[in-house]
């Protein structure tokens, strides 16, 4: 972590809680995390409970986010959900091309793009995921993988809207399987897409883009990721559906 870039801690909670169960972890989590000043911290909940879960961060520390959203302002895509209508439950942020948005989904490295710069347009904060799977870095392919989907990913993306991107960096091998790349392993790739924004921007850029580490963070192991240099947060998912061990991450020392 670098003092320079403020933290942020986001819980995805994927396809898990009802609206009332949204709510009641929120409002479980909200005087847990209350005194915490120096990081951001942001729950996406499913559609369904963004409302709810809207009403009991209201006035909080807490921000919301999405999980995902449609790349054009309106029309006929159904079962699809617009910018406007996440800005209008209270949305700030959006999680965009989350690995398992692009296994079962079909979402690809231009489709990703275009959600990026439709969330940059209507004023969300765009958190964009990439990393690779177990066969493409044992067939040493990291390096591709990562810079293909940070270059198209930020596609046309102006310098101003930069400022404003977050990336999320989950090794696909480690999400949901209790494997964890070692905290020298996720540094090493936080640092090589550093140098990617670097070659596309600026180093001022880069040195100002905060990079999320997903993939099985728990409250046991944040701290010593959070400790490496070029790590500036997490995307937590199975460890943020309980109020105790996400306020333990985002609280992490």
């Known amino acids: 972590m670098n003092p320079k870039r403020r933290p942020i801690l986001a819980g995805n909670w994927k396809m898990n809680m009802t609206a009332t169960q949204a709510r009641e972890l929120a409002s479980k989590l909200i005087p847990l995390v209350s005194a915490v000043k120096d990081r951001d911290i942001v729950l996406a909940p499913p559609f369904t409970a963004l409302s709810a879960v809207a009403d009991a961060i209201k006035g909080t520390n807490v921000s919301l986010a999405a999980q995902n959203l449609h790349w054009e302002d309106k029309g006929a895509f159904t079962g699809e959900i617009s910018a406007e209508m996440l800005l209008d439950l209270g949305c700030r942020y959006v999680i965009i091309g989350h690995s398992e948005r692009r296994q079962y989904f079909g979402e690809t490295d231009e489709s990703v793009n275009k959600k990026v710069k439709q969330a940059l347009k209507k004023g969300l904060l765009p958190i964009l995921c990439v990393g690779e799977t177990l066969a493409e870095r044992e067939a040493g392919m990291l390096k591709d993988i990562i810079g293909r989907q940070v270059t198209v990913g930020l596609k046309d993306i102006s310098v101003d809207d930069m400022k404003k991107v977050v990336i999320a960096y989950e090794p696909v091998w480690a999400i949901g399987t209790g494997k964890t790349a070692t905290p020298e392993q996720a540094n090493e790739v936080h640092a090589l897409i550093r140098q990617k924004v670097k070659a596309l921007y600026s180093t001022?850029?880069?040195?100002?883009?905060?990079?999320?580490y997903g993939g099985s963070v728990t409250p046991e192991n944040v701290s010593t990721l959070m400790a490496m240099p070029d790590i500036d947060g997490a995307l937590v998912g199975g460890a943020s559906l309980?109020?105790?061990?996400f306020a333990a991450l985002v609280n992490f020392k």
């Open 204 to 212: 001022e850029i880069a040195e100002g883009l905060r990079i999320q």
């Open 242 to 245: 309980k109020p105790e061990s």
